[in-house]
């Protein structure tokens, strides 16, 4: 499998920047298609960040819900029932997945000016 780029150094470098005049007064600096560009980077980034952060919050809650029901069918079952502590794991390893898939797609909105 193909290693993926990381992200851009220069959005990197823009959440860990300090102060947000700091950026401004960067972004400021540049020509304003190269502005207009590292705005639209930044703005993919930040989507897929919070993107990220939902679907890791959404996960902690399904499996919650999941090893509860999973307990409480465990209790109610007669017979070798442990499979059930397996599927929060496989719910929780579905949503990551789709989160993961639409944060890289929004990550990837960004069209490069050069083409």
Request: proline share 6%; charged share 20%; with cysteine.
């Amino acid at each position: 499998m193909a290693e993926k780029p990381p992200e851009d150094p220069l959005v990197a470098k823009a959440f860990g920047a300090g102060s947000e005049q700091d950026l401004a007064d960067l972004i400021g600096k540049l020509d304003p298609a190269e502005a207009d560009f590292f705005l639209k980077k930044l703005e993919a980034a930040l989507r897929k960040r919070k993107i990220m952060l939902s679907g890791y919050i959404v996960a902690m809650v399904a499996w919650v819900v999941g090893m509860v029901c999973a307990l409480a069918y465990f209790g109610i079952a007669s017979g070798f029932t442990g499979w059930v502590f397996l599927v929060p794991f496989l719910i929780v390893g579905v949503i990551l997945w789709i989160f993961g898939t639409l944060a890289e797609r929004a990550g990837r909105a960004v069209p490069d000016p050069k083409a």
